[in-house]
């Protein structure tokens, strides 16, 4: 059975740091692109960052704010998982992050590309 399985989310402070997961079954992650997205409560869905199964290049949208420096994509090709690092944690990063798996061979305009598989969310929550 195909499944991307995400976890880590949770409930952290302002400040505080949260690493998520992107476990794959029923499929090999190094062939595929693989992109985090998020979605807030009454906002449209964002691509966050992706990185490539082809050389490990990693991308981070320019249109979610703040996201690079602060968040950091990569993946353990043994573990058939991505990860995704989160620091300086703001209350506006506050959704369900979503993992998807798609076979291109590079992340360019990852955001709006389609995507084969999907992940269920995990919820990230931001508040002191």
């Known amino acids: 059975q195909v499944q991307l399985v995400e976890s880590g989310g949770g409930l952290v402070q302002p400040g505080g740091s949260l690493r998520l997961s992107c476990a794959a079954s029923?499929?090999?992650?190094?062939?595929?692109?693989i992109s985090w997205f998020r979605q807030a409560p009454g906002k449209e869905r964002e691509g966050v960052s992706c990185?490539?199964?082809?050389?490990?290049?990693?991308?981070?949208?320019d249109s979610v704010d703040s996201v690079k420096g602060r968040f950091t994509i990569s993946r353990d090709n043994a573990k058939n998982t991505v990860y995704l690092q989160m620091n300086s944690l703001k209350p506006e990063d506050t959704a369900v992050y979503y993992c998807a798996a798609a076979l291109y061979t590079d992340c360019q305009s990852f955001t709006r590309r389609p995507y084969l598989y999907w992940g269920q969310g995990t919820q990230v929550t931001v508040s002191s």
């Open positions: 029923g499929f090999t992650l190094n062939y595929y692109v």
């Open positions: 990185i490539s199964g082809r050389d490990g290049s990693t991308y981070y949208s």
